[in-house]
């Protein structure tokens, strides 16, 4: 059967700031799929959705098409509600550990797809994997079976879920068009609603350490996910918030996990439970039960016994020790004051340096190796303090991590002005 278009053509479309319309779309993301379209072509036209932008139809028909690339989930046989929530990445983020047993432990099914870390923000997938026995991939049906039975599940996403944007991205990356609104909105929409979750809460970052340092453009981001996951009958809200310092005090794996523990212990650091309890409500507001007491989920250990479900029916001990790194080094304050500024994406770097994460996605990461802050934003150190220690197995990894955390920090007299963690909800 012969092409219904020219790819040439839709290229030039976009190059002149023209529209293209849902058919155009649906076509040129299934004959790329199949390799008709090559990929030199779908990167010129990938650059100029970069340079010119998508009308939100577009953006609509684009999502759709990688929809339909692959499979779509679907949990209604569950006979319960099924809500997700998405981070657009950060440096410290271990919300989704916490947070997918909590949720979960009120009756609500978490099928939480998620992925490895690449560049300096870590991956859930690799967080988990720092403890003995526990995997990553689960069938469709052991994941059924798991939300059915435990509540939550947190696992790799299967390749055949929108193929299209796995091809489409791994494209991008290569070709400088990753920072396109509109491609950032579809690629990760097309995931989250071909994985059949009823409701989506996203956690869209600003600042440093986050894929969009600028608030307007993530705000833009999150306006256009929400819109996307209502044309697609998913019930989706954002929450817009910081990252221009690390989340908690653990960077890396194993100790993130160990934080993430803390949390569900009724610890852990201010801002991680802070993150925590509000991206919880939103989902269980999403899901149907607004008046959920999340706190007492903490406190009274139901959050922590659905943890355990959770990590024993992937295969993972909760009760085995985690690793340790060989070698550490600690940083130490060089005088008095309040600790005024440490920069996430300096942070992420340096962890990601010590081994804690990975250039290349067949790269194994260490998962003993990260950062421990002693001191956070606004608290008061001495001269002598420690102010943070560096872990890793490899003593050669060192030297490049300090160099990422040369101007990271600041001690100075007075506590640094500082926004709120969660900045605004949308939608
Ligand atoms: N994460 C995704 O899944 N897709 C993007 O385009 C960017 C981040």
Request: overall charge negative; charged content about 25%; glycine content about 10%.
């Amino acid at each position: 059967m012969p092409e219904r278009f020219d790819a040439v053509d839709l290229i030039r479309e976009k190059r002149d700031h023209g529209e293209l319309s849902t058919e155009q779309i649906e076509w040129l993301v299934d004959a790329y799929t199949r390799g008709y379209v090559a990929d030199e072509q779908m990167a010129a036209w990938a650059m100029a959705v970069l340079l010119n932008g998508m009308a939100r139809r577009e953006i609509r028909d684009l999502t759709f098409a990688m929809i339909a690339s692959g499979e779509r989930m679907s949990f209604t046989g569950l006979g319960k509600p099924t809500v997700d929530k998405h981070s657009t990445g950060g440096v410290g983020d271990k919300i989704t550990l916490p947070l997918v047993p909590l949720v979960a432990s009120f009756g609500v099914a978490v099928p939480q797809l998620s992925g490895r870390g690449l560049g300096h923000t870590g991956g859930t997938l690799d967080k988990l994997e720092s403890i003995s026995g526990w995997r990553a991939s689960l069938s469709n049906d052991e994941l059924f079976a798991q939300l059915r039975d435990v509540g939550g599940a947190i696992c790799a996403a299967g390749a055949g879920l929108a193929p299209a944007d796995k091809k489409l991205y791994a494209l991008r990356d290569i070709t400088g068009t990753v920072e396109a609104i509109p491609l950032i909105a579809s690629s990760i929409m097309s995931k989250k609603i071909a994985e059949g979750t009823g409701a989506l809460v996203l956690d869209v970052k600003f600042g440093s350490g986050a894929f969009m340092r600028d608030v307007e453009k993530a705000r833009e981001l999150a306006r256009t996910m929400v819109e996307l996951g209502s044309d697609a009958g998913v019930a989706t809200s954002a929450l817009l918030t910081d990252m221009n310092a690390p989340l908690g005090r653990a960077i890396g794996n194993a100790n993130e996990v160990r934080e993430s523990v803390e949390v569900l212990a009724g610890g852990g650091p201010a801002d991680v439970v802070e993150l925590t309890l509000a991206l919880a409500r939103e989902m269980l507001r999403l899901a149907g039960k607004p008046d959920a007491d999340v706190e007492e989920a903490l406190r009274s250990g139901r959050a922590m016994d659905s943890w355990r479900s959770l990590i024993q029916a992937q295969g993972g001990d909760p009760d085995a020790p985690l690793p340790h790194a060989r070698e550490t080094h600690t940083v130490t304050a060089p005088r008095s004051g309040v600790v005024a500024r440490l920069d996430a994406l300096a942070f992420g770097v340096a962890a990601w340096r010590l081994g804690a994460g990975r250039a290349r996605q067949q790269d194994p990461v260490l998962h003993a190796a990260g950062i421990d802050l002693h001191a956070k934003l606004g608290d008061r150190v001495e001269k002598g303090d420690p102010l943070f220690t560096l872990s890793t197995d490899d003593p050669m990894r060192f030297e490049r991590a300090l160099e990422a955390l040369e101007r990271a920090w600041e001690i100075a007299d007075a506590a640094p002005q500082r926004g709120a963690l969660v900045l605004e909800r949308i939608g």
